[in-house]
């Protein structure tokens, strides 16, 4: 089956909203922190080369390779929370120890939701000193994205 996170928005937003398990709350939280990461990195590759200060240029460029791979890291949970959800699924009809299995290794992706949507908002903070001031209202927008998905993995705990 192909990956959620190699579909259409479209093809996901189909899949989503039919009547299965997975996608469920967790992919969408995971994909709404990616997309506020993506609008964070865009935001911060074009503040890149518009200063004069080598060092300026430096934070910026670490602030981009950090926030794609945030960005990348929570693409991949969009396909990591379904898959530990489907195992979940399975479980409820195994041993009292499959199922604690399973409900541990499904918590630990929303954990994971929500450090990446802190360090990319971390990341967003860094950016607002030294990036470009014509895009201050995407990097906000991102921020409200990471805490949604931060929020959205948090309700799974």
Sequence with gaps: MKK????????????????????GGGSASALAGALGA???EMAANYSLGKSSSKSVEKKI???VRKIKAVKLGLLALVDKDAEAYELVVKARQGTAAEKRVADRQSK?????IMKLCCDGTI?????????NKNLFQDVEIGVELLSAGFHGAKVLL
């Design 108 to 112: 630990a992706i929303p954990k994971l």
């Design 61 to 63: 460029s670490l602030i």
């Design 4 to 23: 959620f996170n190699h579909f259409t928005l479209s093809e996901y937003l189909d899949v989503l909203g039919e009547r299965k398990p997975a996608p």
């Design 123 to 131: 990341l967003a903070a860094k950016l607002v000193p030294v990036g």
């Design 38 to 40: 993506g609008l964070i």
